[in-house]
């Protein structure tokens, strides 16, 4: 079993839908929760950053994590044309981060 | 601040042939990172530097060599580059290497191909 699992789409859904974007992880020793955005043929950008159970939100963007169900998810509202990349997650607890694979979102107008 | 920057931006390379890709971040940043991004694969750590002067192998070490030059800089070194090396090889940093998982901001990568 892989540390931590993404589904790697793609997911396509209609402007304004809201998105939701999940990745799982096997080991009770990570504690720290990081989403990063990357378009196509650019690098990573950090997204958002937690390192608690609960929501945290920024903007359009939720966080969300469940450490019970080792479950963390990412919600964007009022999906955009511009929000069409690649989502990872990343996951450190105990050594360097863990990268999910990604899930690639599209967007259409 | 430019962040994170990457040399060259895209490499074609004849098997045997060595490069050395080079990365440099302005933000003060004490510890610095190489990744390859492979389709499917995600991103795997080949090698990092928890501080200046120290180097450490991550997931994917094997053809490949560091050097943290000084606080600024840190490159990765082909010797020998095989096709198994193409890839998108992306340098990180972050203020600190905790060893519990640390913010890392990204360059914008280095396409590699090797014939």
């Known amino acids: 079993q892989k540390e931590v699992e993404q589904d790697p789409g793609p997911l396509s859904v209609p402007e304004g839908a809201i998105v939701s974007l999940n990745c799982t992880y096997s080991?009770?020793?990570?504690?720290?929760f990081m989403w990063y955005r990357q378009y196509s043929r650019k690098g990573p950008e950090l997204l958002m950053y937690?390192?608690?159970?609960g929501n945290k939100e920024d903007g359009r963007f939720t966080a969300q994590v469940d450490k019970s169900s080792k479950y963390i998810s990412l919600f964007i509202r009022d999906s955009q044309p511009s929000d069409s990349a690649t989502y990872l997650c990343a996951i450190g607890g105990y050594s360097t981060l863990t990268f999910g694979k990604g899930t690639m979102l599209l967007v259409s107008p | 601040n430019a962040g994170v920057t990457q040399t060259p931006k895209f490499q074609v390379l004849k098997t045997g042939q060595s490069m050395t890709l080079q990365c440099a971040q302005d933000m003060n940043h004490n510890s610095m990172y190489w990744y390859r991004q492979d389709p499917g694969m995600g991103l795997r750590l080949i090698y990092y530097?928890?501080?200046?002067?120290?180097?450490d192998k991550g997931e994917v070490p094997n053809g490949y060599n560091v050097s943290r030059l000084n606080k600024r800089e840190f490159s990765l070194r082909l010797e020998s580059a095989a096709p198994s090396q193409t890839s998108v090889y992306f340098c990180?940093?972050?203020?600190?290497?905790?060893?519990?998982?640390?913010?890392?901001?990204f360059g914008p990568g280095t396409r590699l191909l090797v014939l």
């Open positions: 080991n009770s020793a990570f504690q720290y």
């Open positions: 530097s928890a501080s200046e002067g120290t180097t």
């Open positions: 937690t390192y608690s159970s």
């Open positions: 990180a940093s972050s203020e600190l290497y905790t060893g519990q998982g640390e913010t890392q901001y």
